[in-house]
């Protein structure tokens, strides 16, 4: 039966901090309990990274940034959702970040404005600015996996720390 740390071996992330994107280990001290594992950085996307290593979807959130525009200002905002539901970024999403248009930022603008690998961006260590959208369901499932702010690792946290994070909001964001 899959768990959330799966076959891996977690330690303290604070104790490794080169498997952490830089901000991301700037940042830890809002993710106090939050432990790291190396993986095969090819096999970081979800459901890749879930197979490999026998963690259970259920427990592993995936964070995508978003873009969108109201009167010329650009507003951008982190989502966490479980690898299992779907986020409403064009309604709830759209409507809470009140612009009339969003997509998901370009990967090249996202890397450079988190300093994070793309497939590896997590909420950790974002640009103090942006709000970070943290799912219901995310909340629910207690302990996620989450990027590490690179590809060849990743971060097991309790989800409590995610949504106290400076500018978290809990909402109802999956279909």
């Given at each position: 039966?899959?768990?959330?740390?799966?076959?891996?071996?977690?330690?303290?992330?604070?104790?490794?901090?080169?498997?952490?994107?830089?901000?991301?280990?700037a940042a830890l001290g809002h993710a106090p309990s939050a432990r790291v594992a190396p993986i095969d950085p090819t096999l970081a996307d979800t459901a890749a990274f879930c197979e490999a290593y026998d963690s259970?979807?259920?427990?592993?959130?995936?964070?995508?940034?978003?873009?969108?525009?109201?009167?010329g200002e650009v507003r951008r905002a982190a989502v966490l959702v479980?690898?299992?539901?779907?986020?409403?970024?064009?309604?709830?999403?759209?409507?809470?970040?009140?612009?009339?248009?969003?997509?998901?930022?370009p990967m090249d603008e996202a890397v450079a404005l988190t300093e994070m690998e793309y497939g590896g961006i997590t909420p950790v260590g974002l640009p103090g600015d942006w709000p970070v959208l943290v799912d219901e369901g995310v909340m629910a499932a207690g302990t996620v996996v989450i990027g590490s702010g690179i590809r060849a690792?990743?971060?097991?946290?309790?989800?409590?720390?995610?949504?106290?994070?400076?500018?978290?909001?809990?909402?109802?964001?999956s279909l």
């Open positions: 039966m899959a768990t959330p740390e799966g076959t891996l071996s977690w330690a303290p992330a604070t104790e490794h901090p080169h498997l952490l994107a830089p901000p991301v280990a259970d979807p259920a427990h592993s959130a995936n964070c995508v940034v978003v873009a969108g525009k109201r009167g479980l690898a299992t539901d779907r986020a409403d970024i064009n309604g709830v999403v759209r409507r809470h970040l009140d612009v009339r248009k969003i997509s998901f930022a690792s990743k971060l097991l946290v309790a989800a409590t720390e995610l949504a106290a994070l400076p500018t978290a909001e809990v909402l109802q964001l």
